[in-house]
Every structure is written in C-alpha cells, then in structure tokens.
C-alpha cells in the first residue's frame, strides 16, 4: 500500500461526502434548535470513535475556529470512573446507558459514533436515549449497520474502511462546529 493508494481513497470518500449534504443540514437544524431550547448534546462512541466524541464534545465545549459562548455538549467516554465500575458491574454493552439516564433530557442530542454501526453499547446508548425523549444520530460506515434502521437519522460515512469511515465523521462534525460557529457572527 503506498502514501498516493492512501490518499486516493481518502479522496474518493472526501467526494462522496458530497451526497450527505442535504442529512447533514437537516442534522444542523436539529443541534442548532436544541441548543437554542437550552438542550445539548451527547456524543459517545468505543475506541477511535470515543476519541472522536471527545473530540466533537471539546469543539462545542471551548470553541472552533472563534470566541464564542460555549455550547452545551458532553462526552461520555471521558468518565473512566463511571465506564469502568458499570462495565465491572453490569455490562459492557451498557456503558452508555446508564449516563444518558442520568443526564439526558427530553429535546436533548445524542450522537452514537461506529464505524460498523453494530457496537452494542452505542446501539443500547442511542436507544436509551430515545426512550427518555432525546433526538437520535447515528455516525457509521457505509451501510450503517443496526444503527440505520433505529435511529432518527443515520449519517453513513461512504467507505466500508475504518480508517475512512472515522476521517468522514470528523470532517461531518467539524462542518457542523463551523455552521454553528457562523450562527453565532
């Protein structure tokens, strides 16, 4: 595999990024009207994703590109403490869940990040969210696995490699912090 192989992929999935502009939108509106209602987002994911989550959460948190008020969003992957005990107590699958009854609320939203869309602790997570009233997305791969059929809206980055997928999903989240960033001009 060479750096131009490397490139030429990443490149193609950057290119077809251009059909999930009309979800991504509709996905704007929807941060941008719970934030404006005094909600927030919760972003969550496992491995990669829940450096991704931390991430997105720290964009809206301290700022993106200006000085801005901060947006109300949260990681739950941060809280070794809390993923821990859970996961030694009860499950692993459950990690999410029990956080999001914590803190979620009704207009709330939450954002589950897998690259296979098949992580049963972002699938139990998003669904844990649902049931208390909050906005589900679902950020996946190309086919968006279990997670396109049970969430809100499901952004299925175009590429079945992971490496691909996860590049997808911080350029989607970063588009989303410069939109909101323009809000606020």
């Known amino acids: 595999m060479s750096f131009k192989s490397t490139l030429n992929r990443h490149q193609k999935m950057v290119e077809?990024?251009?059909?999930?502009?009309?979800?991504?939108?509709?996905?704007?509106?929807t941060i941008r009207n719970s934030l404006a209602s005094g909600n927030k987002v919760l972003f969550f994911g496992n491995g990669g994703s829940a450096s991704d989550a931390q991430h997105l959460a720290a964009e809206f948190v301290v700022r993106y590109y200006k000085q801005r008020a901060p947006l109300a969003a949260i990681a739950l992957t941060t809280d070794t403490s809390i993923i821990t005990a859970h996961g030694n107590d009860f499950s692993f699958d459950t990690i999410f869940d029990r956080q999001i009854q914590a803190l979620a609320k009704q207009g709330d939203v939450a954002i589950g990040l897998s690259t296979s869309g098949n992580s049963a602790n972002?699938?139990?997570?998003?669904?844990?969210?649902k049931q208390a009233g909050c906005t589900t997305i679902a950020f996946t791969g190309i086919d968006g696995g279990?997670?396109?059929?049970?969430?809100?809206?499901?952004?299925?980055?175009?590429?079945?490699?992971?490496?691909?997928?996860?590049?997808?999903?911080?350029?989607?989240?970063?588009y989303i912090c410069e939109a909101l960033d323009k809000d606020l001009e």
Do not use: K, M, W
């Not at 972002?122 to 969210?129: S, W």
């Open 122 to 129: 972002v699938i139990n997570g998003l669904n844990t969210a």
């Open 146 to 174: 279990q997670l396109r059929e049970s969430t809100d809206s499901c952004i299925c980055i175009p590429s079945d490699e992971t490496a691909r997928v996860q590049e997808g999903h911080i350029i989607i989240g970063h």
């Open 16 to 29: 077809d990024l251009y059909a999930l502009e009309p979800q991504v939108s509709i996905l704007i509106n």
